[in-house]
Each structure stands twice: as C-alpha cells, then as structure tokens.
C-alpha cells in the first residue's frame, strides 16, 4: 500500500512515495526552479540521486514527469491515494479531509488567508485529479491540528468585528509536524495518551512551537500568517506592528514593502547581515562575528521566552521537543534554550545533547519528568498516515 505525498509551492513541487504501514519511503524529490530555464526534477531511489532537467516547465509539465519517473520506477501499481500539503485552512478543516469540489471550494475561500501558497496548492490538486482519475485525493492542513486552540488562545486583543469580517484569529502552521512529534514524544517517553502536556518546538526555516495537551493544541506561536511568534531564518516573529508605519514613513516606502522586510529580511538573516542559515550563523558567531553572535543569542533568548510562556495552558511540562532542521541538528541552540528554561526544572545532559539523543531515547536532559528530547519531524509520513487512514475508511 503506498501514498503518492505531494507539497506544490509557487516554484517546486516536491514528491514522495511512502508505505504509511511500514513508514518506508520509495522514492522523493522535488521539481523546483519552475517557470524557469533552470528547472530540474532531482529524486533520490534506493539511496541513489538522480537529476533531470525540466528547461521551462509549470507545474503540469513537472508533476507529469514525476508521474512518469514512478511508472518507471514500478511505483504507480500499489498506489492508493494522492496525499496533498494544504497551508491554509482556515476555520475550515480541522482535520485531514478527502478532497471533494466542495473541499477544493473551502480551499479556494482560505486563498485571502494563504495567498502564497494555496493557489500552488491547488494546482497540485487539479493536476494530480487529472493525472491519476478516480484515484482518492487527500488535503492535509498546516493548520487542521490547531482548530482545538479555545478561543482565549486564538483571539486577538483587537476590534472583535475584524474576527467576523475579515478573519482575523490566531490559525496557527506546522500543525502537521508537530502532531506528528508529539506522537512520536508519547512512544519514546511512554507518557499516556490520554494525560500529557508537551510543548513541541519545530526550528526550520520557518519556527513555530505549540503547547500540546493530551494530543490537543492548545496554542501556538504562529497566528494569523506564519510571520507571528518567534525569531526564524528571514521572518522577525513577534515584533511591535508600529514599525511598519514608523519605517515605512521614515523612508518614504509603501507599508507593504516593510512588510516584506519583516518577512524576507529579518530574523537571523536581518540581525547578523550574513544569512538566513543557523549552521553559518552559529560558525560566524564562533568566529568573532558579533552581529552572528547577537542573532544566535536573540534566536534562542527569544525560543526560551515563548517555550515558558506556552507552558501556561498546560499547567506544568512533562516533555519538550525539539525538531526542524535547527532543532534536531543545532546542539548550541539546544543547550542555551533549555539552559534558559533551568527554572522548569530541566537540567540539560550535555553528553546526551551531542549526540543529539540518540541511543537514549532522544532525551538530552538528566531525568525525565520534565524533559527535553529531539524528535525528527516527518511530515511526509504523517500525510501518508492520514491519506490511508481515509482510504481505509472509505
Ligand atoms: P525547512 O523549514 O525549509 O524545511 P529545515 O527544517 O531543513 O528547513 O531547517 C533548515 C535550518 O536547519 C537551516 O537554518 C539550517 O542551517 C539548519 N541546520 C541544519 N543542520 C544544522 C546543523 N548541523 N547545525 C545547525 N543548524 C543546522
């Protein structure tokens, strides 16, 4: 049984083949540079990559070549279902759903919300319906799995009419990855299912964290866009909405234009000058770089601040979880964030935190109640999970 899991964005489209049973992946990849002379289809089968280029190809051509490269591969036989990313759902989809016209017609609502990303989205959608009729397609939602959020956690303090009128509420991203952690976290700890709070970290690019109480959000760092919470590679997080007019005014530039800084320039990207790359940050920060120094220092005071706060719904912490690509392979920010979080009781094992867990059960604290514990995110799997968990349904 495998699922054919695809995440299409504005220039890539990227792919997997996934048996959800027994977790293994076939084959992924990712067709990218799209609309360009540079397009490439790269995949890697069998521990092997391989590249072809695509010179000028959309999204139909791409994904008609993925579809080709599973037939060749012998992939296209056992396939069950089409497993699709879906950013933005709004207050639409509270879980992973089986795309109908009138699913695909919720989407397209949620396109004001996710103006980025759902439209590739639903191209994926339209393409993949054509490529493979009759075959079940499934959304899965970036934002599904924080619908459980009460309304105190989702509300902003601001005229309550823009929440009718415009949408204006807390949704939240990543929802994928860290439902996925946090059931990971439950078999690696043994927590019970039915009585845990953890606070889940995904460090990516983009970063958000989530309080997670007995399998629930309960509330999370991003908002209404993923720009909301703490400090990413481009993205500020958090930051005083007076800036936009105050910079923007200062230097005679529409607010928009501001807020795209706030999105592609910030972060460690604006404070260090040099990247959006916490590896390359943390090599500047050892060499002397000041500004990579500040940014590393701000990255993880800004995390350790937000993890305390998401504490507060759950009344006491039993697990924290670091995942993303900066939290299962950053020791650095692992250390200075729990170090900053001593006074939950953490006490990190700097042993253990090198080799990022492993072989301890992912634990990089002494003790275990609470602990801190790296988890690999693999949001892939979780969509395939979902898509034949619907397919098995019927
Ligand atoms: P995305 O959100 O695009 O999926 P990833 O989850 O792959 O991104 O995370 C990318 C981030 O992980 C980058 O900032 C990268 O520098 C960081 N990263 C990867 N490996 C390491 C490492 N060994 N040390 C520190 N940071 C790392």
């Not at 695909?104 to 980025?116: S, Y």
């Not at 392979?329 to 094992?349: I, K, M, P």
Request: neutral net charge; contains cysteine; aromatic residues 4%.
């Amino acid at each position: 049984m495998n699922v054919l899991v695809l995440n299409c964005g504005s220039s890539s489209a990227k792919f997997a083949v996934i048996d959800p049973r027994t977790s293994k992946e076939h084959v992924s990849g990712i067709a990218q540079r799209l609309h360009s002379d540079g397009a490439s289809l790269d995949w890697k089968f069998n521990g092997t990559k391989a590249s072809k280029a695509l010179p000028g190809a959309g999204h139909d051509e791409a994904l008609r070549a993925v579809v080709t490269l599973l037939q060749d591969l012998g992939l296209t036989d056992d396939l069950v279902g089409v497993g699709h990313r879906v950013v933005h759902g709004g207050s639409k989809f509270s879980g992973s759903m089986a795309i109908t016209p009138e699913v695909v017609a919720k989407i397209e609502e949620c396109i004001p919300l996710g103006p980025l990303h759902n439209p590739p989205n639903l191209i994926g959608i339209r393409i993949a319906q054509e490529l493979f009729p009759g075959m079940l397609q499934v959304g899965v939602f970036d934002t599904a799995f924080h619908q459980t959020m009460p309304e105190v956690a989702y509300t902003y303090p601001v005229p309550h009419e823009w929440l009718e009128a415009y949408g204006v509420r807390r949704y939240g991203f990543h929802g994928t990855s860290h439902r996925f952690v946090a059931r990971q976290a439950l078999v690696q700890t043994g927590l019970p299912a039915d009585h845990h709070a953890i606070v889940t970290a995904h460090l990516g690019n983009g970063c958000s964290c989530t309080s997670v109480l007995n399998g629930r959000s309960v509330d999370t760092t991003m908002g209404l866009t993923p720009l909301e919470g703490v400090m990413m590679g481009t993205r500020s997080g958090s930051v005083d909405p007076a800036i936009i007019g105050h910079v923007a005014g200062s230097l005679r530039v529409p607010e928009q234009q501001v807020l795209d800084a706030l999105n592609k320039k910030s972060g460690l990207l604006g404070v260090s000058g040099l990247s959006n790359d916490m590896r390359f940050i943390e090599e500047q920060a050892g060499k002397g770089h000041a500004r990579s120094a500040l940014a590393l220092d701000l990255f993880c005071y800004v995390l350790a601040k937000s993890l305390a706060g998401l504490v507060v719904p759950l009344g006491r912490l039993d697990a924290l979880v670091f995942t993303g690509g900066i939290g299962e392979n950053s020791v650095t920010v692992r250390a200075r964030t729990v170090q900053h979080l001593a006074f939950l009781g953490l006490e990190l094992d700097p042993a253990a935190n090198a080799v990022h867990g492993r072989g301890q059960h992912g634990r990089i604290t002494v003790g275990t109640r609470p602990q801190a514990m790296v988890v690999p995110t693999n949001e892939e799997l979780m969509i395939a999970m979902d898509t034949a968990e619907i397919v098995q349904r019927g």
